[in-house]
């Protein structure tokens, strides 16, 4: 069977489907565990990753919130961001809110790669039947679909995380100081309801889409493509599709995770009022106060967050699919 993520043998990610697999343990090779394989795999990788990259999203996220409202206002860089965040605290404030990005790996990508690998199993299946190789229209709806169900899964996890990278900003008085991920979570459901914890769920679900479209059906067709066309090893292959997926993948998804993160930071002012209504109020107040290219504010620090994180993520779980056969 083909594999859709990375190449076959050692490099192979998770090739849990293949018939040919050396006998690890009876336990390994029963067909619950190899369902749940892709998921669990998925979701350590990630976590592994996002250890790795967290003070980079606390950089994009702190650069996304700056001058809100304001067409001119302050234009921070990665440097200038990382600079007011040591002077104001300590280098461990760059892993603000970790505890809330590792839950979010355990419930997102778990979902999003379990979901990705497992659409892409039967598509494969029934492509190989037909005597046909999966496309690229293919790939891409087993992208969109396996984002779109993974983030509603991890909305909540999302939320936390970005109240918790954002709570630094507020004046001291004002700060909530959240202790871990399970307080944030209880103290927004608290005072703001449990439906609070699917605030911005709309825009999550279409960058985790945007995202998911061009990272992973990108990935696939670059990795088909390079396979076919060049003589390079299987790492420099995997590499480089993961350099073009995540260019990609930014593009496509940054103006939405930049709603995304000013609706999930968002709180009612003294009139009981919310500063934006929806997704869509949200676009639209930002293009008319902040200018357009706002939505594209910080790309290279996004980029350096997205394309790192898939690489990790994918050798990770590249290792660990070697590790489960």
């Given at each position: 069977m083909e594999r859709y993520l990375v190449p076959k043998g050692p490099e192979a990610m998770g090739s849990m489907k293949?018939?040919?697999l050396p006998a690890a343990s009876d336990f390994l090779h029963t067909p619950l565990v190899r369902a749940a394989l892709p998921f669990?795999?998925?979701?350590?990788s990630g976590m592994v990753?996002?250890?790795?990259?967290?003070?980079?999203?606390?950089?994009?996220v702190r650069i996304q919130l700056a001058g809100e409202g304001v067409a001119g206002g302050p234009k921070p860089t990665p440097i200038s961001v990382t600079r007011d965040i040591l002077a104001s605290g300590k280098a461990l404030d760059l892993?603000?809110?970790?505890?809330a990005g590792l839950l979010r790996q355990a419930v997102y990508t778990t979902a999003r790669i379990g979901f990705f690998d497992t659409f892409m199993g039967s598509l494969s299946a029934r492509a190989k039947a037909n005597g046909k190789q999966v496309g690229f229209s293919e790939r891409a709806t087993a992208g969109l679909s396996a984002g779109g169900l993974a983030a509603m899964l991890g909305n909540p996890a999302d939320l936390a995380l970005i109240r918790m990278q954002s709570?630094?900003?507020?004046?001291?008085a004002e700060r909530k100081n959240y202790k871990s991920v399970i307080d944030a979570l209880t103290s927004i459901a608290k005072s703001e309801g449990v439906g609070a914890l699917w605030a911005g769920a709309a825009p999550t679900v279409v960058r985790a889409m945007a995202l998911n479209f061009g990272q992973l059906a990108f990935f696939s067709e670059a990795k088909a493509q390079l396979k076919q066309r060049t003589q390079w090893s299987a790492n420099?292959?995997?590499l480089t599709a993961s350099a073009v997926a995540g260019f990609f993948a930014s593009f496509f998804s940054l103006p939405f995770d930049f709603v995304k993160t000013r609706l999930q930071k968002q709180s009612r002012g003294p009139d009981g009022k919310l500063p934006y209504k929806s997704m869509v109020d949200c676009f639209a107040?930002?293009?008319?106060?902040?200018?357009?290219?706002?939505?594209?504010?910080?790309?290279?620090?996004?980029?350096v967050r997205i394309a790192p994180h898939a690489m990790v993520t994918l050798i990770v779980a590249d290792y660990l699919g070697w590790l489960t056969k």
């Open positions: 293949n018939d040919n669990i795999n998925g979701g350590l990753a996002t250890t790795v990259i967290q003070p980079v999203d606390m950089i994009k892993y603000t809110g970790l505890s709570d630094g900003l507020k004046p001291v420099a292959q995997t107040k930002v293009a008319k106060q902040e200018g357009v290219m706002r939505f594209y504010r910080g790309f290279g620090t996004y980029y």
